[in-house]
């Protein structure tokens, strides 16, 4: 299976880890195909960072988050706000626990990566959390 998945981040390496994923700088845009990981491009959260009075939970923050991410299937981050019951079925949900990096979370991902491909195909998803063994 093919998927596209978003990595929350303010600065390129790390995942965000102050505030909720779409209050991130810049989402981290990855490709994964037949056990390989290709990294596409780092789209700037330009609609948030212009917009500063949204606030967590605001119907137009979910919008403009879900515009950026068009073409992603999964989102991956440290927290998650309340808009989040909005966007379940449209994304998969990935928290990670217990590490910052994002070439970690890659890594924790393709150990896991049949759990994110199954709650995909599932109707009513949940959200996926993991941590590092």
């Known amino acids: 299976m093919e998927l596209i998945f978003s990595f929350a981040t303010d600065d390129g390496i790390n995942l965000k880890k102050d505030d909720h994923f779409g209050k991130a700088k810049y989402f981290k845009i990855y490709h994964y195909k ?3 990981w290709e990294f596409i491009e780092k789209r700037e959260n330009k609609k948030i960072m212009e917009d500063e009075s949204l606030i967590h939970g605001d119907p137009k923050k979910a919008k403009a988050v879900s ?3 068009e073409n992603v299937d999964v989102m991956v981050g440290r927290k998650f706000g ?3 019951k909005r966007l379940i079925n449209k994304f998969v949900f990935v928290v990670i626990r217990e590490t910052d990096s994002i070439e970690e ?3 924790l991902i393709e150990k896991n990566m049949q759990r994110v491909i199954e709650e995909k195909n599932k109707e009513e998803r949940k959200v996926i959390v993991l941590r590092p063994d």
């Open 34 to 36: 037949d056990g390989k």
């Open 67 to 69: 515009s950026i991410l």
């Open 82 to 84: 309340p808009n989040i």
């Open 105 to 107: 979370a890659l890594k």
